[in-house]
């Protein structure tokens, strides 16, 4: 009887009911599941599987039962939509679609650009500083759908689009989110990814008619940031099989990689003059933009990201460009949500947003005839570039053009406003201790922007100024004469330090300053806080002022604290919770730390594009280059933001001194080291009943917070100096890995 029952249930597993190839593929699809999956538990090939969803096959037994079973559960999962249902958009929980609300207003070496290293930062708005949306949970597999012919459509109508990944914003033209990525899936068909699990498909055959589609029917973009903004145009990032697909390369030749774009001459190029499109002056690269001129108010513009010739930097972006198109969505989706659509690289992005949350022109009231007219934006940089002053000029600018050739500046012709790279030896007293500690300081340059009034127009020259401390410039001053082991660190209370412990904070190597020299407006206040009187021999001061990066500072704090929150590291944590919340954090969601690290990124990068170098182009010095004509080129904010994250850095420092007696041992940007009997910070910083000590350091994930960058032994210390006979060796550079190489040290 037994045989009997089995071969009626092999029977009826021979005519188990299954849905048609479409609905296969569409269950399939909903999953996130691949064909290699489902042929790996189904114990078929890859071939397969792709014949029944095609309908070219159909599965036999035992694998036809088991196939029916799995399109069954699938088939309770996605449940096939409505009519009614296909048009309507998602129920998405609140707390995926929330993004930060726009304010009102807006290391190669620690000496070199910033975009190589964080300096602290100031921890002016750390109460205030709540993530702009609740931490959603990471999603395993993003939910996908497609329908027939470009139409839309989005993965099961009654289900929440997938945790953790933005959904489409609430402007109907950009209902299906900021950005795509565009690939070929295994049947040849292109779609396109969008972000909350959306997939489209694409019918475009060539690049041209995709920029058309992109345009006409796949209602991408991103809403303006700030009202007399202009909204984010749609990013389509192109995959490896959609660059062969569309007859362009999956790498770059060499040539083409050293000119940063594709020749001219290129088909593809070709293809799209003959459609009428424009490029930019950057041409064809990484990050290309087509467009036509607009016409009114309408623009059409669409931007590409092409990964695989390098757009996404893998010291920013880490692996973010190996992903799978809908883990790629989802992590780029996040970024734009929570910080702009990407322009470029994060350095481009970062000084993208300072332009979309404080545009520099608006729309004037209404004249007689009822028009309105483009005018000055209060409180923006304005649309046209302005000079810098000499001091602030980096070397090669047309206003250094008659300096004799080899001449090198000194403090007092030029502004040398740069973050920490200082070390000293270690006391005996630190020797006999058994660790050293490095703390890292949150967000640190942007954390230095917050609520920093930084010069909106041209510098106005004067001599023998009264220094204002609420007046951002260049002073031309003297601080030989303060003297650090007596500070003032509170109203009327001065401290004893040892100054020779201790850097200077006038200078990036630390060293005392001996002679006048240029400093930043946050540096010389800094002076007369320390209980010192200053006498500027001349100054560049700008009347024209503003808190012109207090939105910047918002949304990027915002972004940066939602995303720590979506990885369990929530602001409101208890010390020891915090650090323990910190190991490993990158691990509970790797996508999501990419999405950190870029931030972080965009915070540094954008801060060092007000200051951009040449960038080859035949550039000669005295000549000028093509960052000079932008609005934002201005080293002088720059140099203000980098003065005061130092300035804070020391502030500290000096705290932390004059409370403990302990000092450190090494400082590179916004990492310092202390010499410790343990081997956490909270072995050495200051607590008391929870609480930090007023004006030092504070363990946190706010920007101007500090959270542990490693520990080392003394021995280690010791012996690497020793090894490499450099006994100012600065051990913060090394503090979190231990790995000193001869390179590393210049041998």
Same mark, same amino acid.
Request: charged share 25%.
């Given at each position: 009887?037994?045989?009997?029952?089995?071969?009626?249930?092999?029977?009826?597993?021979?005519?188990?009911?299954?849905?048609?190839?479409?609905?296969?593929?569409?269950?399939?699809?909903?999953?996130?599941?691949?064909?290699?999956?489902?042929?790996?538990?189904?114990?078929?090939?890859?071939?397969?599987?792709?014949?029944?969803?095609?309908?070219?096959?159909?599965?036999?037994?035992?694998?036809?039962?088991?196939?029916?079973?799995?399109?069954?559960?699938?088939?309770?999962?996605?449940? =096939?939509?409505? /009519?009614?249902?296909?048009?309507?958009?998602? %129920?998405?929980? +609140?707390?995926?679609? !929330? &993004? @930060? $609300?726009? *304010?009102?207003?807006?290391?190669?070496?620690?000496?070199?650009?910033?975009? =190589?290293?964080? /300096?602290?930062?100031?921890?002016?708005?750390? %109460?205030?500083? +709540?993530?702009?949306? !609740? &931490? @959603? $949970?990471? *999603?395993?597999?993003?939910?996908?759908?497609?329908?027939?012919?470009?139409?839309?459509?989005?993965?099961?109508?009654?289900?929440?689009?997938?945790?953790?990944?933005?959904?489409?914003?609430?402007? @109907?033209?950009?209902?299906?989110?900021?950005?795509?990525?565009?690939?070929?899936?295994?049947?040849?068909?292109?779609?396109?990814?969008?972000?909350?699990?959306?997939?489209?498909?694409?019918?475009?055959?060539?690049? @041209?008619?995709?920029?058309?589609?992109?345009?006409?029917?796949?209602?991408?973009?991103?809403?303006?940031?700030?009202?007399?903004?202009?909204?984010?145009?749609?990013?389509?990032?192109?995959?490896?099989?959609?660059?062969?697909?569309?007859?362009?390369?999956?790498?770059?030749?060499?040539?083409?990689?050293?000119?940063?774009?594709?020749?001219?001459?290129?088909?593809?190029?070709?293809?799209?003059?003959?459609?009428?499109?424009?490029?930019?002056?950057?041409?064809?690269?990484?990050?290309?933009?087509?467009?036509?001129?607009?016409?009114?108010?309408?623009?059409?513009?669409?931007?590409?990201?092409?990964?695989?010739?390098?757009?996404?930097?893998?010291?920013?972006?880490?692996?973010?460009?190996?992903?799978?198109?809908?883990?790629?969505?989802?992590?780029?989706?996040?970024?734009?949500?929570?910080?702009?659509?990407?322009?470029?690289?994060?350095?481009?992005?970062?000084?993208?947003?300072?332009?979309?949350?404080?545009?520099?022109?608006?729309?004037?009231?209404?004249?007689?005839?009822?028009?309105?007219?483009?005018?000055?934006?209060?409180?923006?940089?304005?649309?046209?570039?302005?000079?810098?002053?000499?001091?602030?000029?980096?070397?090669?600018?047309?206003?250094?053009?008659?300096?004799?050739?080899?001449?090198?500046?000194?403090?007092?012709?030029?502004?040398?406003?740069?973050?920490?790279?200082?070390?000293?030896?270690?006391?005996?007293?630190?020797?006999?201790?058994?660790?050293?500690?490095?703390?890292?300081?949150?967000?640190?340059?942007?954390?230095?922007?917050?609520?920093?009034?930084?010069?909106?127009?041209?510098?106005?020259?004067?001599?023998?100024?009264?220094?204002?401390?609420?007046?951002?410039?260049?002073?031309?001053?003297?601080?030989?004469?303060?003297?650090?082991?007596?500070?003032?660190?509170?109203?009327?209370?001065?401290?004893?330090?040892?100054?020779?412990?201790?850097?200077?904070?006038?200078?990036?190597?630390?060293?005392?300053?001996?002679?006048?020299?240029?400093?930043?407006?946050?540096?010389?206040?800094?002076?007369?806080?320390?209980?010192?009187?200053?006498?500027?021999?001349?100054?560049?001061?700008?009347?024209?002022?503003?808190?012109?990066?207090?939105?910047?500072?918002?949304?990027?704090?915002?972004?940066?604290?939602?995303?720590?929150?979506?990885?369990?590291?929530?602001?409101?944590?208890?010390?020891?919770?915090?650090?323990?919340?910190?190991?490993?954090?990158?691990?509970?969601?790797?996508?999501?730390?990419?999405?950190?690290?870029?931030?972080?990124?965009?915070?540094?990068?954008?801060?060092?594009?007000?200051?951009?170098?040449?960038?080859?182009?035949?550039?000669?010095?005295?000549?000028?280059?093509?960052?000079?004509?932008?609005?934002?080129?201005?080293?002088?904010?720059?140099?203000?933001?980098?003065?005061?994250?130092?300035?804070?850095?020391?502030?500290?420092?000096?705290?932390?001194?004059?409370?403990?007696?302990?000092?450190?041992?090494?400082?590179?940007?916004?990492?310092?080291?202390?010499?410790?009997?343990?081997?956490?910070?909270?072995?050495?910083?200051?607590?008391?009943?929870?609480?930090?000590?007023?004006?030092?350091?504070?363990?946190?994930?706010?920007?101007?917070?500090?959270?542990?960058?490693?520990?080392?032994?003394?021995?280690?210390?010791?012996?690497?100096?020793?090894?490499?006979?450099?006994?100012?060796?600065?051990?913060?550079?090394?503090?979190?890995?231990?790995?000193?190489?001869?390179?590393?040290?210049?041998?």
């Amino acid at each position: 009887m037994p045989e009997l029952f089995d071969a009626v249930d092999a029977l009826i597993a021979s005519r188990s009911p299954l849905p048609p190839p479409a609905v296969r593929r569409r269950l399939r699809q909903a999953h996130g599941l691949t064909l290699d999956e489902v042929a790996t538990a189904l114990q078929v090939r890859r071939a397969t599987v792709s014949g029944w969803e095609s309908g070219k096959t159909e599965p036999r037994p035992p694998e036809r039962d088991a196939y029916a079973r799995l399109l069954d559960q699938l088939a309770e999962l996605y449940p =096939a939509p409505s /009519t009614s249902e296909e048009t309507d958009a998602p %129920t998405v929980p +609140a707390t995926l679609t !929330a &993004a @930060p $609300a726009p *304010a009102d207003v807006q290391t190669p070496s620690a000496g070199a650009a910033i975009e =190589a290293a964080d /300096t602290t930062a100031a921890e002016n708005t750390q %109460t205030s500083c +709540a993530p702009a949306a !609740a &931490a @959603p $949970a990471a *999603a395993t597999r993003p939910a996908r759908a497609v329908r027939p012919s470009s139409t839309l459509r989005r993965p099961g109508a009654k289900r929440a689009a997938p945790a953790g990944v933005p959904a489409g914003g609430t402007d @109907p033209r950009f209902e299906n989110g900021p950005l795509a990525v565009i690939d070929v899936d295994d049947d040849g068909q292109v779609l396109a990814y969008c972000t909350g699990g959306l997939v489209l498909d694409v019918p475009a055959k060539s690049l @041209p008619s995709l920029v058309d589609w992109t345009l006409r029917e796949a209602k991408l973009g991103q809403p303006k940031l700030a009202g007399p903004g202009k909204p984010a145009d749609p990013l389509l990032v192109l995959t490896e099989a959609t660059l062969e697909r569309y007859g362009l390369p999956v790498a770059l030749a060499d040539e083409e990689r050293l000119a940063g774009r594709l020749p001219e001459g290129h088909k593809v190029v070709k293809q799209l003059v003959r459609a009428e499109w424009k490029l930019t002056k950057r041409g064809f690269g990484p990050w290309a933009r087509i467009y036509r001129p607009a016409t009114g108010s309408e623009r059409a513009c669409v931007q590409l990201c092409i990964p695989s010739w390098q757009a996404l930097d893998t010291r920013h972006w880490g692996e973010a460009g190996q992903l799978p198109p809908a883990e790629l969505a989802r992590v780029l989706g996040v970024y734009a949500s929570r910080v702009m659509t990407p322009r470029g690289s994060t350095a481009v992005t970062g000084l993208e947003l300072m332009t979309a949350l404080h545009p520099p022109t608006r729309a004037s009231e209404p004249d007689a005839d009822g028009k309105r007219h483009s005018e000055h934006n209060p409180g923006g940089l304005g649309k046209d570039p302005v000079d810098c002053a000499p001091c602030e000029a980096p070397d090669g600018h047309p206003l250094l053009a008659d300096l004799p050739r080899f001449h090198v500046r000194g403090p007092a012709e030029k502004l040398f406003e740069e973050a920490y790279d200082w070390a000293r030896p270690m006391t005996d007293a630190e020797c006999i201790l058994r660790h050293l500690v490095g703390i890292d300081v949150n967000m640190a340059f942007a954390a230095g922007a917050n609520g920093l009034t930084v010069g909106l127009g041209a510098p106005t020259h004067v001599k023998a100024p009264v220094f204002d401390a609420k007046l951002p410039g260049s002073w031309l001053v003297d601080l030989s004469h303060v003297d650090l082991s007596r500070v003032k660190v509170a109203k009327d209370k001065w401290a004893q330090l040892d100054a020779g412990l201790l850097p200077s904070p006038f200078t990036p190597k630390g060293e005392r300053p001996e002679r006048p020299a240029w400093y930043a407006t946050p540096t010389v206040a800094y002076a007369v806080e320390l209980g010192y009187d200053v006498t500027p021999i001349e100054a560049y001061v700008r009347n024209d002022n503003g808190r012109y990066l207090d939105g910047w500072y918002n949304r990027l704090r915002d972004a940066y604290l939602a995303t720590m929150a979506d990885l369990g590291v929530h602001a409101d944590l208890p010390p020891a919770d915090f650090l323990a919340a910190m190991e490993g954090y990158r691990q509970r969601d790797p996508q999501l730390a990419i999405v950190v690290s870029a931030i972080k990124a965009t915070v540094k990068g954008g801060i060092g594009k007000l200051r951009e170098r040449p960038r080859g182009e035949g550039w000669k010095p005295g000549q000028p280059w093509r960052a000079l004509s932008r609005p934002t080129w201005r080293p002088d904010i720059r140099a203000a933001v980098i003065s005061r994250t130092r300035i804070n850095m020391h502030r500290k420092i000096v705290k932390h001194a004059a409370f403990t007696g302990q000092y450190p041992v090494a400082v590179l940007s916004d990492c310092a080291v202390y010499a410790s009997d343990g081997p956490s910070p909270l072995d050495f910083l200051p607590y008391r009943d929870g609480k930090p000590l007023p004006g030092g350091f504070k363990l946190g994930v706010n920007p101007g917070l500090v959270k542990w960058e490693g520990t080392q032994s003394v021995l280690w210390g010791e012996g690497v100096r020793e090894q490499f006979n450099a006994p100012d060796l600065n051990l913060a550079r090394y503090i979190r890995g231990g790995t000193v190489t001869d390179q590393d040290t210049g041998e």
